[in-house]
């Protein structure tokens, strides 16, 4: 995990961030200037931020922020521990909401079930009985095909077509604690997520790249030849400075366009393309040593901006860039899965 450094006392000292003192981030843009060094300290003080300031704003969860927090912040424990408030607001929804309204889509299903298991395999190491609930729910909202109903609103790469969804539940029931995914109750619904991703190709390179990492934590997904070749072709994208640009792994997705006049900027680089692509690369089997991944980790140290956070366009159109607060999380995975 991240460690902090000595210089970054000053930084600790400030009260930590809760859902009662949580102050707005500052607005998303592309001209913040950058940090001189790395900070975990301020990374981590941004995820909670954007993390709990949603929760209270808009009461939801969302793919690009507070459901990314339950993945990456556990790797900031040793610099600050994670907000509780917020895997308490998803636990709320499934002991709670769930039961008296109803999830508001079947997407917040999967996408609750998938991030509570991965909080789990990173905190306690255990499957918790709410997570087991979220999964019940989830299989009874399974179609036929193996796929959930998505939200297709064409902002990518999460909300625009089922095949993310699917890949999404099948890398939180690989990463389930337990041997979940070979459990009486899981083994079902993963025959039929593997039935669907045989039958479903992936859309854009960035889900071929979601569905190799999936297939390092599921069996029956994809071949050794296949988490090659789309290894090959994530490396193909990387910038001379190191780094990818997210819109450059979307290339080429048919029906997608951006809700602006504007063109997307494919030679970039960019928080979520490199943070996204060296964290996978790094659950694909390549080495932290490797020397493209080095220089990929060089970028992002390099490219912290004040408010701690990394930098990502949107792909759909040029407003509130929220993709960024994703894109955070993949920077600090990656450099935390690339520590020696």
């Known amino acids: 995990m991240l ?6 006392a000053r930084e600790e000292e400030e009260p930590r961030v809760t859902l009662e003192n949580v102050e707005p981030p500052p607005a998303i843009s ?3 200037p950058l940090r001189e060094e790395f900070s975990p300290a301020l990374a981590a003080r941004y995820l909670d931020s954007a993390a709990l300031h949603w929760q209270k704003q808009r009461k939801c969860g969302t793919c690009h922020t507070n459901f990314a927090y339950l993945m990456a ?35 917040e299903v999967v996408v609750t079930a ?21 999964f019940q729910r989830m299989w009874k909202l399974q179609r036929e095909d193996g796929g959930w109903d998505w939200l297709e609103c064409g902002w990518p790469p999460m909300e625009s077509d089922a095949h993310y969804g699917v890949t999404l539940a099948a890398l939180g029931v ?40 999936a297939s390092t934590r599921l069996d029956g997904l994809m071949e050794k030849k296949e988490q090659a070749a789309v290894l090959k072709a994530l490396f193909s994208l990387q910038r001379p400075d190191g780094g990818w640009a997210m819109a450059s792994l979307l290339e080429g997705w048919e029906g997608h366009q951006r809700k602006d006049d504007s063109k997307q900027e494919l030679e970039k680089s960019d928080g979520y393309g490199t943070g996204f692509v060296t ?3 790094r659950q694909g089997g390549v080495s932290a040593g490797d020397a493209r991944l080095q220089k990929a980790i060089g970028w992002l140290k390099a490219h912290q901006r004040q408010s701690g956070r990394w930098f990502t ?6 407003s509130k860039h929220f993709i960024s607060n994703a894109g955070t999380a993949f920077a600090v995975m990656a450099i935390d899965a690339c520590l020696p």
């Open 3 to 8: 460690v902090v450094c000595a210089v970054e």
């Open 30 to 32: 592309p001209d913040e």
């Open 73 to 107: 912040r556990p790797a900031l424990k040793s610099v600050s521990p994670p907000s509780l408030e917020v895997r308490k607001f998803f636990e709320s929804m499934v002991e709670k909401r769930w039961e008296d309204q109803g999830p508001r889509w079947d997407a």
């Open 114 to 134: 998938a991030l509570l298991a991965a909080n789990d395999r990173l905190t306690t190491g255990k499957l918790s009985p709410v997570t087991r609930k979220a």
């Open 174 to 213: 690989g990463m389930a604690p337990g041997g979940y995914a070979a459990s009486e109750e899981g083994k079902v619904g993963v025959e039929g997520i593997r039935r669907y991703l045989r039958k479903n190709s992936p859309p854009s390179l960035h889900h071929r790249a979601m569905l190799l990492w």
């Open 279 to 281: 964290y996978v690369a």
């Open 313 to 318: 366009r949107s792909p759909t159109r040029d």
